[in-house]
């Protein structure tokens, strides 16, 4: 008699970052998002695979490359939903005054760009993949 292999079930998601902030003028990348299954496996999930829905409308939009843009300053949040699970990530939109910032500012906006990149930074070293840093 044969014993059938536990099913594997999606348990959660998790998005990184948890927050993501969009300055006027720029576009910036949606977290990404990692569905953690029954078996503690992993698995990246692309963007166009994801339900984006925005629980607070008119401060950021996501366009169809899956960028978040700013529209007006404020935070909105995101629901994430893919298998029956959700999860959310906070937009941030500086106003105008406050948006720009130098590379040694230490400002939240600053810190979540810097998380961002080192975030990415990581996949991409894990998956064998090359990063090139652009001005």
């Known amino acids: 008699m044969e014993l059938a292999a536990p099913q ?3 348990s959660s998601l998790e998005a990184n970052p948890t927050a993501v902030s969009s300055v006027a003028g720029t576009y910036t990348d949606l977290p990404v998002v990692t569905a953690v299954y029954s078996n503690q ?3 990246v999930i692309a963007s166009d695979d994801i339900n984006w829905t925005f629980g607070t409308q008119g401060v950021a939009t996501i366009d169809g490359s899956y960028l978040v ?3 007006n300053a404020g935070v ?3 629901y ?3 298998g029956g699970q959700t999860q959310t990530v906070q937009i941030v939109v500086p106003s105008a005054s406050n948006s720009h910032s130098d590379s040694t500012s230490s400002t939240p906006t600053h810190q979540l760009r810097l998380q961002h990149l080192m ?3 990581r996949m991409s070293r ?3 993949l090359f990063f090139l840093d652009l001005p």
Do not use: E, M, R, Y
């Open 69 to 71: 843009g700013p529209l």
């Open 126 to 128: 894990k998956k064998n």
């Open 76 to 78: 909105a949040t995101i």
């Open 119 to 121: 975030s990415l930074k």
């Open 8 to 10: 594997v079930t999606l």
């Open 41 to 43: 496996s992993t698995a």
């Open 80 to 82: 994430i939903a893919f």
